[in-house]
Nanobody, 124 residues
Framework: QVHLVESGGGLVQPGGSLRLSCAAS????????MGWYRQAPGMQRELVAL???????KYGDSVKGRFTISRDVAKNTVALQMNSLIPEDTAVYYC??????????????????WGQGTQVTVSS
């Protein structure tokens, strides 16, 4: 199993910044992509940003130029720096990892793991 723990959400005024962090732990053998998704009330979960183990990144169109994803491959952590926040960024943000585990001599297939979510509210 892989556990993802997020931190850093909260309330911020429009134009402000927040930094989200996520740490993966458990019987991890290898982590491929790590990323952030978000879900606003009544909306589908959408990609915010993704980063591969080689550092390649992908961003949702609405956050390009404002958000930056980074990762420490050795520590299995991922961070999301969010600048120039707007009310439309208000959502629950979820950390995601595509990971392979090793336990008692067996390797798993790659599976998607999710954190519990952290609320980000952008409001004056």
């Amino acid at each position: 199993q892989v556990h993802l723990v997020e931190s850093g959400g909260g309330l911020v005024q429009p134009g402000g910044s927040l930094r989200l962090s996520c740490a993966a732990s458990g019987s991890i053998f290898r982590v491929n992509d790590m990323g952030w998704y978000r879900q606003a009330p009544g909306m589908q979960r959408e990609l915010v940003a993704l980063i591969g183990s080689g550092g390649n990144t992908k961003y949702g169109d609405s956050v390009k130029g404002r958000f930056t994803i980074s990762r420490d491959v050795a520590k299995n952590t991922v961070a999301l720096q969010m600048n120039s926040l707007i009310p439309e960024d208000t959502a629950v943000y979820y950390c995601n990892a595509l990971a392979q585990t090793y336990d008692r001599g067996s390797y798993s297939n790659y599976q998607d793991y999710w954190g519990q979510g952290t609320q980000v509210t952008v409001s004056s």
